[in-house]
């Protein structure tokens, strides 16, 4: 039972155009949410995370959204560039800060054409 | 400052084999994870230590799978014996206060 759902297998985006990437969750306890990137061979990088208690979080060409209601958030990237084409994972954790573990999505994979 | 180190990068052993997985967190940092992440699917929450002590094992999968983190430093994961659907990429995470978790680049296991 996937409690971190992310529908979209893979995404294309031009370069300098935005790319949304979207989330579901199933579980209510879920408080804090995080976005992982990862390149092959590595290991997940933290790129971004925001708290139940805010509905959206900005860093530079990040912008993190959380629909509480809807159960949802979705990592936006504005201007898209060819060096974030990775596969990037959402992640849940009932606690701030994530200080347990951390529930993850399949991942999705993005492509940043030139 | 070096990040999280995980030996060995690539491990190939039979089934019934032992293999024992290391991870050397980032100095000073408390908390430790492991996570698997099996071909094409979700990464997977395995254990977690706050310094030397299990905080949460309920994501080992059986009794085939030993970690430990004598001292608080350094863990190992000894799987022991390998069976073919142990096959996939151990990650290994740190943290510390005030931190998010930092991934090692992960040792990827083929059980044949």
């Known amino acids: 039972d996937q409690q971190v759902k992310q529908n979209s297998p893979s995404l294309s985006v031009q370069e300098g155009r935005i790319s949304i990437l979207n989330c579901d969750y199933t579980?209510?306890?879920?408080?804090?949410f995080l976005w992982y990137k990862k390149y092959p061979a590595e290991g997940p990088t933290f790129l971004i995370s925001i708290s139940s208690i805010k509905d959206k979080n900005e860093d530079g060409r990040f912008t993190v959204f959380l629909n509480k209601s809807a159960k949802n958030l979705s990592l936006h990237i504005v201007p898209s560039q060819p060096g974030d084409s990775a596969v990037y994972f959402c992640?849940?954790?009932?606690?701030?800060?994530?200080?347990?573990?951390?529930?993850f999505g399949i991942g999705t994979k993005l492509q940043v054409i030139p | 400052e070096a990040g999280v180190t995980q030996f060995p990068s690539h491990s190939v052993i039979e089934k019934g084999q032992t293999v024992t997985l290391r991870c050397d967190p980032i100095s000073g940092h408390d908390n430790l994870y492991w996570y698997r992440r099996v071909m094409g699917k979700e990464i997977k929450f395995l254990l977690h230590?706050?310094?030397?002590?299990?905080?949460?094992e309920s994501g080992m999968p059986n009794n085939r799978f030993l970690a430990e983190r004598t001292g608080g430093t350094y863990s190992t994961l000894k799987v022991q014996p390998a069976e073919l659907e142990d096959s996939g990429v151990y990650f290994c995470a740190s943290q510390g206060l005030g931190t998010e978790a930092f991934f090692g680049q992960g040792t990827r296991l083929t059980v044949v």
């Open positions: 230590f706050v310094k030397e002590s299990k905080q949460d």
């Open positions: 992640a849940a954790s009932a606690t701030p800060g994530g200080y347990q573990k951390v529930t």
């Open positions: 579980n209510s306890m879920f408080d804090y």
